[in-house]
């Protein structure tokens, strides 16, 4: 399988990186990549947690890995405004332009659902980026500053369904085929080509509404389906309330 290289930034106990609203970012960021980690074999890639505490250290024991494709380092991101918000990405190399571009369309999508925006893509010199041998990326995923952005990131099942936006990103940047929910994982089947569908938990209510009323004969289709299914089940809620 393909190895992704996952850095949590930051550390606990010894750097928490951003504070901010209950939460400390190292708590976050390591959250999250043990999610993304528990679910990669889903996905049909492998993951390597490197969580250093020194940024010399994280990208010397990440080069170690001369067989990963992809260096992935999780931030939460911070402003002296508590309403600064949304999610933004960044590289350093050219070489990786071509996953993130892939990684950060399936992640901003996901976020603007939740009313977060799209911060753009952004070139940046950080240490990490700049001295990984493979191509990397470094996430920022909302702002700990910011309480409406704090109150997803408390929230267990959004951390969850965000790790699977996360793996869905990465198979499809390594593999070059659109994942919509989550792949069966075939030993050996690098070129992940048989894959299973199944409706994203956040949308399970939205479809079995919609089958029950009529509006649709089968719940299988691509994750706009289900977003938009999803949206007429809230607006059908909110003014049938």
Known sequence: ?????????????????????????ADITLKLANLIHSKSAQYNFETVIVHENELSDICTKANQYTNANLFLSLHINS?????????????YSVEAEKFRNIIHAKLASFLEYYGF???????????????????????????ISCFDDAKKLKDEKFLNDLADIYCQGIAEALYGINVVSNCNNKEGKEDMEKISITIPDWANEAIEWALGAGLITTEEGSEDFYRLITILYRYHNKFND
């Open 117 to 143: 925006p799209d911060r753009g893509q952004k070139t940046a010199s950080f240490y990490v980026l700049k001295n990984t041998s493979m191509p990397a990326i470094l996430t920022e995923n909302l702002f």
């Open 79 to 91: 402003a002296s405004s508590t309403t600064a918000t949304g999610f933004e990405s960044f590289v």
């Open 1 to 25: 399988m393909k190895v992704v290289i996952l850095n949590p930034g930051h550390f606990p106990s010894l750097d928490p990186g951003a504070i901010g609203n209950g939460l400390n970012e």
